[in-house]
T-cell receptor, first 111, second 115 residues
Framework: DAKTTQPNSMESNEEEPVHLPCNHS???????IHWYRQLPSQGPEYVIH???SNVNNRMASLAIAEDRKSSTLILHRATLRDAAVYYC????????????FGKGTLLTVNP | NAGVTQTPKFRVLKTGQSMTLLCAQD?????MYWYRQDPGMGLRLIHY???????AKGEVPDGYNVSRLKKQNFLLGLESAAPSQTSVYFC??????????????FGPGTRLTVL
C-alpha cells in the first residue's frame, strides 16, 4: 500500500485556520487522497477526498500539490469541536478494498 | 436516516464465549466493512462485503466470521473469544459508485472486553 506521512500532533487556536499536511511521495496515478477524522470515543468520519484538483466542501478544503506527492487539509476556522485525530489515506478504488489508517495527526484546538 | 448503527455498544465476554455483533445501514450501500481499533492504533480491516451474500477477508480475519444475508446488515461473529480480541469494533459502509467507493460511513463502535 502507498504510504502517507503526517505529523503526530498539531495545535491551533479557536477560530483560526488550520493546515494539516500529508506527504505521499509514492502515490500512484489512480490513488485518491482521502481525509477522515476521529473525534474522541467516536467512529471515523469522512471529511473530504480528491484526485488531482483542489476540493472544497462544507467541512474543509483539500489542497493537492501539482505533483500529487503532498496534500493539505484546511480547516478555515477551527472550533473546539474540530479537536480530533485526522487521517490522510490513499485509496485506489481498485481490487484493494482496505482503507489503511495510520496513526494520523492529533489536532488540539485551544480556546 | 440513522446511517450506520451497531449493536451492542458494550459487551464483556469470558474467554471461550461466543457472540455476534450486528451492523445495520439504511443508505442502500453495496459495500460493508468490519474494522477493529486497538488502543493508540489506527483501524485494521477484519472482513468486508461487496454485496449481499458475499464476504471476503481483510487484514486480520483470524478468529472472526461474517455473514451478509441482507444488503442492509453485516454480522461479525466471534466463535471462541480470546483476550487478544479485546478491542473497539467499527462497522462501515460505502456506495458502489466509482470515486465514491472509498467514502466510508462509520458506526459508533462496539467496545468489547474479553476476560
Amino acid at each position: 500500500d502507498a504510504k502517507t506521512t503526517q505529523p503526530n500532533s498539531m495545535e491551533s487556536n479557536e477560530e483560526e485556520p488550520v493546515h494539516l499536511p500529508c506527504n505521499h511521495s509514492t502515490i500512484s496515478g489512480t490513488d485518491y487522497i482521502h481525509w477522515y477524522r476521529q473525534l474522541p470515543s467516536q467512529g471515523p468520519e469522512y471529511v473530504i477526498h480528491g484526485l488531482t484538483s483542489n476540493v472544497n466542501n462544507r467541512m474543509a478544503s483539500l489542497a493537492i500539490a501539482e505533483d500529487r506527492k503532498s496534500s493539505t487539509l484546511i480547516l478555515h476556522r477551527a472550533t473546539l469541536r474540530d479537536a480530533a485525530v485526522y487521517y490522510c489515506i490513499l485509496a485506489s478504488g481498485g481490487s484493494n478494498y482496505k482503507l489503511t489508517f495510520g496513526k494520523g495527526t492529533l489536532l488540539t484546538v485551544n480556546p | 436516516n440513522a446511517g450506520v448503527t451497531q449493536t451492542p455498544k458494550f459487551r464483556v465476554l469470558k474467554t471461550g464465549q461466543s457472540m455476534t455483533l450486528l451492523c445495520a445501514q439504511d443508505m442502500n450501500h453495496e459495500y460493508m466493512y468490519w474494522y477493529r481499533q486497538d488502543p493508540g492504533m489506527g483501524l485494521r480491516l477484519i472482513h468486508y462485503s461487496v454485496g449481499e451474500g458475499t464476504t471476503a477477508k481483510g487484514e486480520v480475519p483470524d478468529g472472526y466470521n461474517v455473514s451478509r444475508l441482507k444488503k442492509q446488515n453485516f454480522l461479525l461473529g466471534l466463535e471462541s473469544a480470546a483476550p487478544s480480541q479485546t478491542s473497539v469494533y467499527f462497522c462501515a459502509s460505502s456506495p458502489h459508485s466509482p470515486g465514491q467507493r472509498d467514502t466510508q460511513y462509520f458506526g459508533p463502535g462496539t467496545r468489547l472486553t474479553v476476560l
